[in-house]
Nanobody, 125 residues
Framework: VQLQASGGGLVQVGGSLRLSCAAP????????IGWFRQAPGKEREGVLC????????YYADSVKGRFTISSDTAKNKVYLQMNSLKPEDTAVYYC???????????????????WGKGTQVTVSS
């Protein structure tokens, strides 16, 4: 399964970006679909996750109130809406998917089984 993340770019502090994650030809029934990020010199950080089975969402404290995850099951896409961006949000963002529900992974969404290439998000001050 190859996941495709897109939508990254350069944005000013306080700006917004919308990332997309697609999985062509893959049906993610009963899957957890998450986003994690990695900044230079920092550990990977699980950011958000959504359960395909019922849409339950999970957010890291660092992005609560600013980021939103949503899914379009008809298109097999998941979106990450990022608002009020801060310089510390600068990172490569990856989408990932794995069987089960998000709570199985306890915030470690980089442990999800399938990844794709990341997309760079840079927030300039």
């Amino acid at each position: 399964v190859q996941l495709q993340a897109s939508g990254g770019g350069l944005v000013q502090v306080g700006g917004s970006l919308r990332l997309s994650c697609a999985a062509p030809g893959f049906s993610w029934d009963y899957y957890a679909i998450g986003w994690f990020r990695q900044a230079p010199g920092k550990e990977r950080e699980g950011v958000l996750c959504i359960d395909s089975i019922d849409g339950t969402t999970y957010y890291a404290d660092s992005v609560k109130g600013r980021f939103t995850i949503s899914s379009d099951t008809a298109k097999n896409k998941v979106y990450l809406q990022m608002n009020s961006l801060k310089p510390e949000d600068t990172a490569v963002y990856y989408c990932a998917a794995g069987p089960g529900v998000c709570s199985d992974y306890e915030g470690d969404y980089y442990a999800l089984q399938y990844w794709g290439k990341g997309t760079q998000v840079t927030v300039s001050s």
